[in-house]
């Protein structure tokens, strides 16, 4: 009985593990380190066009999650990728994520200081 019971507690609190697993809030300069260790993860900023041609991080894809198609273009990314998500300074990155987080995608960071923290930490950028 005893092992019974520590079984079902251990089912039921992976669930709680997973979920904290596929979302992780990080910082632009752990965000940099980050990208230089895994080099699979995808960019994907969240900003406008017009922002997104002014700078960005390299290689990122951009989505405008402020447009009505942007929950269509989010779900039709590759949900078993790992992503990097930023915007201008956290805001829409959190409207992304939690999108992403709802439609079950594998594994996202959110970077919490967005563009205005990485080019204030002097990080490059693309243009």
């Known amino acids: 009985m005893r092992n ?15 979920q904290a697993l596929n979302k992780v809030s ?3 300069k752990e965000a940099s380190a980050l ?3 895994e080099t699979a993860i995808v960019v994907l900023d969240v900003r406008t066009s017009d922002e ?3 700078g960005h991080l390299k290689g990122a894809v951009n989505i405008d999650i402020l447009k009505s198609n942007a929950t269509t273009k989010l779900d039709s990314l590759n949900h ?4 990097l998500v930023y915007c201008r300074s956290g805001h829409r990155s959190g409207m992304a994520v939690k999108q ?3 439609s079950k995608f594998k594994m996202v960071y ?3 200081d967005g563009f205005m ?4 930490n002097k990080l490059p950028v693309v243009k």
């Open 35 to 37: 990208l230089l260790k």
């Open 26 to 28: 990080v910082s632009s």
């Open 80 to 83: 078993e990728t790992t992503y």
């Open 110 to 112: 959110e970077m919490k």
């Open 4 to 18: 019974i019971f520590s079984a079902i507690i251990m089912f039921f609190s992976s669930f709680g593990s997973t």
């Open 117 to 120: 923290g990485w080019t204030g």
């Open 100 to 102: 992403m987080v709802k």
């Open 52 to 54: 997104f041609k002014q």
